[in-house]
């Protein structure tokens, strides 16, 4: 799992351009805070970034401003990340300002394993496909309402 050099860039670009929730929740994730567990940020996963990966658990956290809300391009990259092994979490920026502890506690519950089941609540957890390629009906059905 070694990005290329043009995807280090990008992300070296992403991380400068970081907005006050993203920088807030690193503060929280960086050097082990949060459980011993070590995150990086604005990682590449596939053809996509991930805002924060702790790759022990294979566990990507995304900080989503309303512009998110309902957006095909993250229902899409959700379905390659999952299918791809890795577990996935939203927030909205909202959530960082106003309950950033509660957001550590959800994290830290996920990477515990005490959430294992896809969840869409102010939040959404989504479970990493038990085979390598699962087929991407079944995760759709996970973010049906």
């Not at 043009?6 to 929280?28: K, P, S, V």
């Not at 459980?35 to 991930?50: Q, T």
């Not at 989503?64 to 927030?91: P, W």
Request: glycine share 4%; charged share 30%; hydrophobic share 40%.
């Amino acid at each position: 799992m070694h990005p290329k050099p043009d995807a280090i860039r990008f992300a070296r670009q992403l991380r400068q351009a970081d907005n006050d929730a993203e920088a807030l929740l690193w503060f929280e994730l960086k050097a082990k805070r949060l459980g011993g567990f070590k995150f990086v940020r604005h990682f590449p996963v596939g053809p996509y970034f991930a805002d924060f990966l702790c790759r022990s658990e294979r566990l990507v956290v995304e900080l989503d401003g309303s512009q998110h809300a309902e957006s095909v391009h993250d229902a899409r990259r959700d379905a390659f990340m999952a299918t791809d092994g890795y577990s996935i979490m939203r927030f909205w920026n909202t959530d960082v300002f106003k309950e950033r502890d509660s957001v550590c506690e959800t994290i830290l519950a996920a990477l515990e394993g005490r959430i294992t089941e896809a969840v869409v609540a102010d939040y959404r957890f989504i479970p990493r496909a038990r085979e390598k390629k699962a087929p991407l009906r079944r995760l759709r059905r996970h973010l049906s309402p």
